[in-house]
């Protein structure tokens, strides 16, 4: 089945850009997201792309996919406190178009 | 006007008992879908619905049954809970032939003690 692998942790300064990756195994992937989850709360869709997008803005947010190396990026400018969370991506499996596969979540700290 | 509720928020109770979730969308949406996230944050499918209809069945105890009497509404219940059932239960539901991902509902915490 499809893994989709984030590194656990990313701590940055108020003000600075962060940018939290995602790495996926099955290349057909056709639409891949971006959630936020705050604590104790459910998950809230950031952003999306599809497969033939390489580049998404978003106010904020900006998306990078590079399908040749199967990576994902979510890059947020100006990080803010109200930014810590943690972020997950999640993409569709093959040939179940509804069936969305998250990945490991990467929790983005927001520090002074 | 919440998008997707689910009830109870928190629920406790002890080994061997059988409990429910409920879950509700009022946004038109026809699939419905319920997830599991452990105690490291891991999302993992567990069922998925389509117009009542059972699509997605992933490798789940048989102790837990899904059950769908309208496309607004899809209930999960956990027979013979064990400690190991312990999580966060989400609920989300999708439009198929829209597909801008997902809505979540804001979870159950199941705690078995």
């Known amino acids: 089945g499809e893994d989709v692998e984030q590194s656990l942790f990313l701590s940055v300064r108020e003000g600075d850009s962060s940018v939290i990756n995602c790495t996926y195994t099955?290349?057909?992937?056709?639409?891949l997201y971006w959630y936020k989850q705050e604590p104790g709360a459910g998950l809230q869709l950031l952003t999306y792309?599809?497969?033939?997008?390489d580049m998404k803005q978003d106010q904020r947010l900006t998306v990078l996919l590079n399908k040749k190396d199967k990576h994902l990026s979510l890059r947020i400018a100006d990080t803010q406190t109200g930014d810590s969370a943690i972020y997950f991506c999640a993409v569709t499996a093959t040939g179940t178009a509804s069936k969305l596969t998250f990945g490991t979540g990467t929790r983005l700290q927001v520090t002074l | 006007d919440t998008a997707v509720s689910q009830t109870p928020k928190y629920l406790v109770t002890q080994m061997g008992n059988d409990k429910s979730i409920k879950c509700e969308q009022n946004l038109g949406h026809d699939t419905m879908y319920w997830y599991k996230q452990d105690s490291k944050k891991f999302l993992k499918i567990m069922f998925s619905y389509n117009n009542k209809e059972l699509i997605i069945n992933e490798t789940v105890p048989n102790r837990f049954s899904p059950k769908s009497p309208d496309k607004a509404h899809l209930n999960l219940h956990i027979n013979s809970l064990e400690l190991g059932d312990s999580a966060v239960y989400f609920c989300?539901?999708?439009?198929?032939?829209?597909?801008?991902?997902?809505?979540f509902g804001s979870g159950t915490r199941l705690t078995v003690v």
């Open positions: 989300a539901s999708s439009q198929a032939s829209r597909f801008y991902g997902y809505t």
């Open positions: 099955d290349s057909s992937s056709t639409y």
């Open positions: 792309i599809f497969s033939n997008m």
